[in-house]
């Protein structure tokens, strides 16, 4: 007899890249799942929308800046099995917006080079996709 299967949950998320080469992340506030462990901007695809739109809303709503569409470039995925669900995470890499990213959720910003984003507690799905960025932008 097989397990019920789990949810699927689409969520999105962004590696900013600034002019140095650095990463922006972000700490999940108190009173949140997870909270306290640093993880790439973005958030949960709602029906009907398009993960693009959804980083795009998201960035705005999270950190005050705007992101257009050409801008945003697929790198890779995670998938991870949480016990209640199953989170699908599309990651996308970006190195132009306008405003200067600035915390409107509670949230704690990080600019970090890609060799240090294993020093910081992150989400099991969000650790997978440290490699891939040192291999694009390097340590």
Known sequence: MSAAPLRLLLVVAVA?????GRV?????P????????WEFP???VEPGERPEDTLIRELAEEIDIRVEEPCLA?????????PDFHLLM???VCRRWTGTPRPLE???LKWVRPGALRDLPMPPADSP??????????P
């Open 106 to 108: 509670g949230q704690a």
């Open 16 to 20: 900013l890249v600034d002019a140095d």
């Open 129 to 138: 996709l440290i490699p891939f960025l040192i291999d694009l932008l390097g």
């Open 74 to 82: 697929p790198l890779t995925f995670a998938s991870h099995a949480y």
């Open 42 to 44: 973005g958030g949960k």
């Open 24 to 28: 922006l992340l972000s700490e999940r």
């Open 90 to 92: 599309p990651l996308y």
């Open 30 to 37: 108190p009173g949140k799942q997870l909270a306290g462990l």
